[in-house]
Structures are given as structure tokens and as C-alpha cells.
């Protein structure tokens, strides 16, 4: 086994989740929801086939979880209008 091997392969499953994610989200036609899975589908897929080192993918997911916790968090603040 090389280096980030295993990594490599979380990143493929962590794809296959996204597109699993994404096709439902197009069966229920939330359209813009299940193109934004399907994009991440696509980039943890290729991600997945680069094999960096297991601290290089350690720290891209790191990346990008703050920056999907920062949009999510914009989004719901600013962009979500007030139930009440």
C-alpha cells in the first residue's frame, strides 16, 4: 500500500455519497440542491484519483468544511427570511 492510499479511497466514497445525496435530491426536484451534490460528487471523485499524501487530503477537507460551514452559515443568517 502507498501513502494516502486509504485517504484516496475515503475521498471516492465520500463521492459516491454526494451523487447518492444528489440523485435524490433531483428525484424530490430540488434541482439547484442536487447540482451543488453532484458537483461535489465530481470533485471528491477526481480528488480521490490524484493520490496526494494522507495529510494533504487531511487538509483540503479541513478546507472544505470551513468553507461549507462559513456558506452555510451566511446563508442562514442573511439569506433565510424570519419564520416569525
Excluded: D
Aim: with cysteine; hydrophobic share 55%; net charge positive.
Amino acid at each position: 500500500m502507498k501513502g494516502g492510499c486509504c485517504m484516496a479511497r475515503m475521498y471516492r466514497v465520500l463521492g459516491f455519497w454526494c451523487l447518492v445525496i444528489g440523485l435524490m435530491a433531483f428525484a424530490g426536484h430540488m434541482y439547484e440542491f442536487s447540482l451543488l451534490f453532484f458537483a461535489q460528487a465530481v470533485a471528491f471523485v477526481f480528488l480521490g484519483y490524484l493520490n496526494f499524501s494522507e495529510k494533504t487530503y487531511i487538509t483540503m477537507f479541513w478546507g472544505y468544511m470551513v468553507i461549507s460551514f462559513v456558506g452555510f452559515t451566511y446563508w442562514s443568517v442573511f439569506e433565510m427570511s424570519i419564520p416569525f
